[in-house]
T-cell receptor, first 110, second 112 residues
Framework: DTGVSQDPRHKITKRGQNVTFRCDPI?????LYWYRQTLGQGPEFLTY????????KSRLLSDRFSAERPKGSFSTLEIQRTEQGDSAMYLC????????FGSGTRLTVV | AQSVTQLGSHVSVSEGALVLLRCNYS??????LFWYVQYPNQGLQLLLK??????LVKGINGFEAEFKKSETSFHLTKPSAHMSDAAEYFC??????????FGAGTRLAVHP
């Protein structure tokens, strides 16, 4: 069990640029979640994958956001045309019976 | 719809004192409840979880929580605070597809 890995740990980008984050879940976990956490708040659900199928998307996930999980393994979260309001910690979690969180990707949009 | 309310965004205790962090939930189905801890610039670490077995749940680092259905509460306690307990604590309840719905968090400060 190597844990949930997220890359990069930190990303600074200029407003309007596209960014992509990667999450590598624990290998036998079929469920994968993305959450967003802004300063001083609890994590908010963004989207859920069961294997390669994206089964739920939050209304927080605007058209600029897209997530994929090809082949039911790693997942990517892309944000197009970033805005300052996108600055947050993006957390990935995988699970079978429980949940294991990664360390997150902190995005700063300048 | 499920939701969680954490009472007190900041709690300060002396080292060795009792820690009590409050969590109330709302759920239309029997809930699964969790407490997570987060240290600065890190992800979330599971402290303990309630999944409809024993109502008193023991977790890591000496923490425990009691599920009280009549009060819709799941408060987190630790008999004696340690400096290393200073962190942000989040209560969560499961929603559809077992996603977690988090409270706003409580920042615990421990002073000598």
């Amino acid at each position: 069990d190597t844990g949930v890995s997220q890359d990069p740990r930190h990303k600074i980008t200029k407003r309007g640029q596209n960014v992509t984050f990667r999450c590598d879940p624990i290998s036998e976990h079929n469920r994968l979640y993305w959450y967003r956490q802004t300063l001083g708040q609890g994590p908010e659900f963004l989207t859920y994958f069961q294997n390669e199928a994206q089964l739920e998307k939050s209304r927080l996930l605007s058209d600029r956001f897209s997530a994929e999980r090809p082949k039911g393994s790693f997942s990517t979260l892309e944000i197009q045309r970033t805005e300052q309001g996108d600055s947050a910690m993006y957390l990935c979690a995988s699970g079978r019976d429980g949940y294991t969180f990664g360390s997150g990707t902190r995005l700063t949009v300048v | 719809a499920q939701s969680v309310t954490q009472l007190g965004s900041h709690v300060s205790v002396s080292e060795g004192a009792l820690v009590l962090l409050r969590c109330n939930y709302s759920s239309s189905v029997p809930p699964y409840l969790f407490w997570y801890v987060q240290y600065p610039n890190q992800g979330l670490q599971l402290l303990l979880k309630y999944t409809s077995a024993a109502t008193l749940v023991k977790g890591i680092n000496g923490f425990e929580a009691e599920f009280k259905k009549s009060e819709t509460s799941f408060h987190l306690t630790k008999p004696s605070a340690h400096m290393s307990d200073a962190a942000e604590y989040f209560c969560a309840v499961t929603g559809g597809y077992n996603k977690l719905i988090f409270g706003a968090g409580t920042r615990l400060a421990v002073h000598p």
